[in-house]
């Protein structure tokens, strides 16, 4: 069986530039959930046309309950709800085929990227495994599927995301569907556009997989994070097994899989009980 895992956050998506559109709550979501929907359906067509028996589709923003089920394409799975151990990639394993990643820039990495940030924008400042900076939630995930042998194979998102893929997965199939003109501003394609080009796109990625290797995952990992607030290392210290290494960084070292879950742990679980 030919298995293709999906993960979809919301800010990189054509005509998404701020919050407003991106939160829950705000007056425009309603309608970026709903773009969302068609974006992802859009490679989840892709993969059954190119002949692929199976699609997951993890919902990897805020909550993680943005996919309204009744939007999906019938044939996909979806993986909705913030309770989960590996955050955008809960249920990814060894028996998947490719990963494509609907996502955005990492924070402050790279100049124009739209709604920058790592995982939870008002904690995290940056991330590195082994010493290389892994803030761009793209690759950080697909460090995580690298793990189990799976290649990122796509990324969706604006240009500053496909530049910061590219870095680690030269060969990826980048779909640009915005280009920054700052934090909160970006040119974008028109919707159709950028389904047209996902569809295609995601088919052309599907051609070249043999030729798209995973992300390197070494056998032991030491993680770093760098938090916005000294509170928040303070918090993440009481962790046993992490080590202070300055007033706003921390580290965690272990296989992979601890390592994992220590991130899902330290960046969503622990550091929102308590801010000033």
């Given at each position: ?35 969302l ?73 790279t ?18 495994f082994?010493?290389v ?28 995301l ?8 030269p ?102 009980s308590?801010?000033?």
């Open positions: 069986m030919k298995k293709v895992f999906i993960s979809a956050d919301i800010e990189g998506m054509e005509g998404n530039v701020s919050r407003i559109q991106s939160n829950r709550g705000n007056m425009d979501y309603s309608i970026a959930r709903k773009r929907a068609e974006d992802v359906n859009a490679a989840v067509r892709a993969c059954f046309d190119f002949g692929y028996d199976e699609v997951y589709v993890c919902d990897g923003h805020g909550d993680m309950e943005n996919l309204i089920i009744e939007d999906m394409d019938p044939r996909c799975k979806l993986v909705s709800g913030a309770m989960r151990s590996s955050l955008q990639m809960e249920g990814i394993d060894s028996s998947f085929d490719a990963y494509i990643s609907f996502g955005h820039a990492g924070a402050g990495l100049l124009g990227g739209v709604i920058d940030h790592c995982y939870n924008g008002g904690k995290i400042y940056n991330l590195r082994n010493g900076t892994m803030n761009t939630e793209t690759v950080c995930n697909g460090l995580v599927a690298g793990f189990y042998g799976v290649p990122l194979v796509a990324c969706i998102g604006d240009k500053a496909a530049e910061e893929c590219k870095a680690f997965v060969n990826i199939e980048a779909i640009v569907v915005k280009e920054g003109r700052s934090r909160f501003s970006a040119v974008s394609v028109h919707p159709t556009v950028a389904r047209e080009m996902i569809y295609n796109g995601v088919k052309s990625a599907l051609a070249r997989i043999d030729e798209i290797k995973p992300i390197a995952c070494a056998e032991t990992l030491t993680m770093e994070i760098d938090f916005k607030d000294s509170n928040m290392a303070d918090t993440a210290s009481l962790v046993p097994g992490v080590v202070r290494l300055a007033p706003r960084t921390v580290s965690f070292t272990g296989d992979p899989e601890t390592v994992f879950k220590v991130h899902e742990l330290l960046i969503f679980r622990l550091v929102d308590y801010n000033l």
